[in-house]
């Protein structure tokens, strides 16, 4: 989730916005190089991260886990 984390920050740096998906992070805009390599868009389950902007420049990233379902006791949040 760290490497999500910087990969936000260097967008916002970059974009001077949040991106609207996880997914924009790996796309190069028309300054800058993608901020990240799609094969981070998944947890060490194999699970893709939930990402969701939680107002202004707040936003939370989420992993389902082991189980891969969200909303329960081994989801991780960052």
Known sequence: ???IRNSISEFVTNEYRLPNSLTELTVPTSNNPACMNAANLNDSWGHPFEYKQTGGTDFQIRSAGLD???????DLTH
């Open 68 to 74: 891969g379902r969200f909303d329960t006791k081994d």
């Open 1 to 3: 989730m760290e490497v």
